[in-house]
């Protein structure tokens, strides 16, 4: 009884206080924006992926490789003068191991990886050739991921597009995507443009399919429905609630993508289906009768090394940078 009794006296007489209803009694008017606004600490999004990111020491030395292979591939062929046919009439530079390629023409740079048919420098051919294969795989990851990204989130969100798009999906899917690829190639000719074209005409539709199932999965989650049933906009909620858990989707998929171009056009290009521009593929289907040729392997080898070598770095870089963009790595 007698918690009972304190209770009671603690109950305070609204009278007492000598205010009107009004001032008692208000409205609270609905705030979207207010809505979302909880009591937290601090937090940046993309201050935590890099420290996450920079957390492991591995991934400080493969960006420093990946660095080094960026100014190669876009520095270096600015700053050298390269000609494949410079010593195409000297019949002595032409097949060259590294050591005799610097003995005969200069120790430099420019010969350490020999010389090659047409007495052309290896090192050279290689950057330029990169140049080329690296700026078609960038190109190409923007259009699909752009493409895909958006059309998925449509896809995903829209019943009426989502029966469309399947149907789409599941005949345009079944076709080979290396037979679609080449026969475009076929059809137009063998460029620059041209196997950007093929490569993204349907390159987006498989991005597209994959983040309409992930859309899916996440926009009916719980606070999603609550933000739904406290007026949200549609597109807020895409932005704030489920864009954030696509990032390292995203970027996971970048780290896939931007490869396995380089390797479409260094396989297309080795089968004789490939740019007709000085590629890294190009340089391996040039090169390719060299390769069982007693001291001419390097003028195979070399592009085949550095292919490997740019896909395996963006492929290492792209992962471990798309899993600290995971914002439960960031606890």
């Not at 493969?62 to 009439?89: G, Q, R």
């Not at 597209?208 to 989650?221: E, G, L, P």
Request: aromatic share 12%; proline share 3%; hydrophobic share 50%.
């Amino acid at each position: 009884m007698s918690d009972l009794e304190n209770s009671r006296q603690e109950l305070v007489d609204l009278s007492d206080l000598e205010l009107s209803e009004e001032e008692l009694f208000s409205h609270v008017d609905h705030s979207a924006l207010e809505s979302e606004k909880i009591t937290a600490p601090r937090y940046s999004y993309w201050k935590s992926v890099f420290r996450v990111f920079f957390r492991k020491r591995i991934n400080i030395v493969i960006l420093s490789l990946f660095a080094v292979i960026l100014a190669f591939t876009y520095i270096y062929p600015m700053l050298v003068e390269y000609d494949p046919f410079a010593n195409l009439m000297d019949s002595t530079a032409k097949h060259l191991l590294p050591s005799v390629a610097m003995d005969r023409l200069g120790h430099n740079i420019h010969w350490i990886l020999g010389a090659g048919a047409s007495g052309q420098s290896t090192f050279d051919a290689v950057w330029f050739g990169s140049r080329i294969s690296v700026t078609m795989a960038f190109i190409c990851a923007l259009i699909n991921l752009t493409v895909g990204v958006i059309v998925g989130a449509v896809w995903g969100f829209s019943k009426k597009v989502d029966l469309v798009m399947t149907e789409v999906y599941n005949i345009i899917g079944n076709v080979p995507y290396i037979l679609f690829i080449s026969v475009l190639v076929l059809i137009f000719s063998a460029g620059f443009w041209t196997m950007v074209f093929a490569l993204t005409i349907t390159g987006w539709l498989a991005i597209a399919y994959f983040i309409r199932t992930q859309v899916i999965i996440i926009r009916d989650r719980e606070y999603n429905l609550a933000s739904r049933c406290l007026g949200t906009p549609i597109l807020r909620i895409a932005t704030k609630n489920i864009l954030p858990f696509m990032t390292s989707v995203i970027v996971t998929l970048a780290a896939t993508e931007i490869p396995s171009y380089i390797s479409y056009e260094v396989f297309l290009s080795y089968i004789g289906m490939g740019m007709s521009d000085m590629s890294l593929g190009r340089l391996i289907y040039q090169a390719e009768n060299a390769m069982l040729t007693p001291g001419w392997q390097f003028e195979f080898w070399s592009p085949v090394a550095v292919a490997s070598i740019i896909t395996i770095v963006l492929y290492v870089v792209g992962q471990n940078l798309g899993d600290a963009s995971d914002p439960r790595t960031h606890m």
